[in-house]
């Protein structure tokens, strides 16, 4: 990395809502809903490490 700055990712968060989302779908037999719901979840939280990432 250049100048030292370290960023953080929101790719494993991304990653790990969408699985569990839709482990907990099939749970529920609503595998298409958990699964849009893991990903609504973890974009939400890609963004907001993404925005308080580059207030630093």
């Known amino acids: ?3 030292g ?3 953080q ?3 494993f968060i991304l990653a790990a809502s969408i699985l569990i989302g839709a482990i907990v779908g ?3 037999h609503q595998s298409m ?3 849009l ?3 609504a979840v973890g974009v ?3 963004v907001l490490i993404w925005l308080v ?3 630093r």
């Open 1 to 3: 990395m250049s100048g």
């Open 5 to 7: 700055k370290f960023t």
């Open 9 to 11: 990712a929101g790719g």
């Open 26 to 28: 099939v749970v529920l």
């Open 33 to 35: 809903i958990g699964l």
């Open 37 to 39: 719901a893991g990903l």
């Open 44 to 46: 939400a939280i890609a």
């Open 53 to 55: 990432d580059r207030r």
